[in-house]
């Protein structure tokens, strides 16, 4: 089963832990709570970025509803998704690293 996780590792279809080899990310689901809480298909979920956040709704063909924080001054965030776009268009996803880097360091992207 190992062999497998890291062909897909390898193929950026999920992300281990480098060191353990313990499941990190089933993109765009985190394995473990982070920021980026999703209510989906009668659960919560974690997303491991905002993009990923939506990217859940997206994922399992659902409404859904996003809850986190702005990163810069801590502001509670909640975004509705409903039939597949935002309640509030206006929102932007901002990105440290250029798309093309972002699986350098994933986990930090």
Known sequence: MLAGWR???DEHALVLNGATDELR???PFSVGPTAYRVRAA???WYGNCAWD???ICAALHTDGRVETSCPDCGVPLVVEIRRERPDDESLLFHCLVPAKR???DIAFT
């Open 42 to 44: 009668d659960r919560w």
């Open 53 to 55: 956040a939506v990217g």
């Open 25 to 27: 990310m089933l993109n």
């Open 102 to 104: 972002w699986w350098d």
């Open 7 to 9: 062909r897909l590792h």
